[in-house]
């Protein structure tokens, strides 16, 4: 669905991907871990094209995007959650939803907040309180069921679960799994290498810019180099 071939990417002279390779499968939920600063959140927005790759191709269901606008990108079926959420906090919960379905018909925005409402009723019920007064990980499902508003094939989030209790943490991979369960495709980078290696059929790591490993998420789990470097152990 998605592949990401010999990617370059830059900001001005500092190169944040080096010669990245990724695929992204119809119907998985594929993770990127690495530390900070490893270039994950280079690495989604790449394929949303902004920043552009230098050098290498990213192609979607078949085509190559590597050129497009982004918002062409959007609506050919990406939709990202970006990294901190990025809600309008003084907008209210349906106002920012309204916002991430800019493109869509007022019948196919009608349909995606019945769909988001209904995979999140805590959105539901908070569709008239401003954003900014919800809390964190209410904001975070909030920026996943806005980038779900177009209905995407393929669902980028970042950091998802960064900076949220325990128990909210579990709601949130609970939803990723609901989300591909309904047919979408995620790709997911993480922070918490743990429970993103679980619910992930596959992982790539990156380190500086490199991809220096893949395999299957419970491979990737009982790996010794990601045992001691991301896990803890
Ligand atoms: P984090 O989890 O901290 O966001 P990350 O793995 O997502 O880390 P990126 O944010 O992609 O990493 O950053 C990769 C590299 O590119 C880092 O060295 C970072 O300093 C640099 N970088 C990121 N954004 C910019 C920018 N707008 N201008 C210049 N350098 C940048």
Redesign the pocket.
């Known amino acids: 669905m998605l592949k990401l071939t010999n990617i370059h990417t830059y900001?001005?002279a500092?190169q944040?991907?080096n010669d990245v390779s990724v695929e992204v499968n119809k119907g998985e939920i594929v993770t990127l871990i690495?530390?900070?600063?490893?270039?994950?959140?280079?690495?989604l927005?790449t394929v949303c094209g902004s920043?552009r790759a230098r050098s290498g191709t990213v192609e979607f269901l078949g085509e190559d995007i590597t050129q497009w606008p982004t918002h062409s990108i959007m609506q050919k079926g990406i939709a990202i959650s970006p990294?901190g959420r990025r809600v309008f906090p003084d907008l209210t919960v349906t106002e920012n939803l309204k916002m991430g379905a800019f493109f869509l018909d007022r019948e196919h925005t009608e349909a995606g907040l019945e769909r988001v409402f209904a995979l999140f009723p805590r959105l539901k019920e908070r569709s008239s309180q401003r954003a900014g007064t919800m809390s964190g990980g209410e904001q975070q499902m909030l920026a996943i069921g806005r980038a779900l508003m177009t209905e995407p094939k393929l669902l980028l989030l970042?950091?998802p679960t960064l900076g949220l209790a325990p128990l909210i943490i579990a709601q949130i991979f609970e939803i990723i799994k609901e989300i591909r369960e309904q047919g979408v495709t995620v790709f997911l980078?993480e922070?918490n290498a743990h429970k993103a290696l679980q619910v992930a059929d596959r992982g790539y790591v990156?380190e500086?810019?490199k991809v220096v490993l893949s395999d299957t998420g419970a491979n990737l789990l009982v790996n010794d180099e990601v045992r001691k470097a991301y896990l803890g152990a």
């Open positions: 900001y001005g500092i944040a991907l690495g530390a900070n600063g490893a270039g994950k959140t280079t690495l927005m920043p990294e970042d950091e980078v922070q990156l500086t810019g």
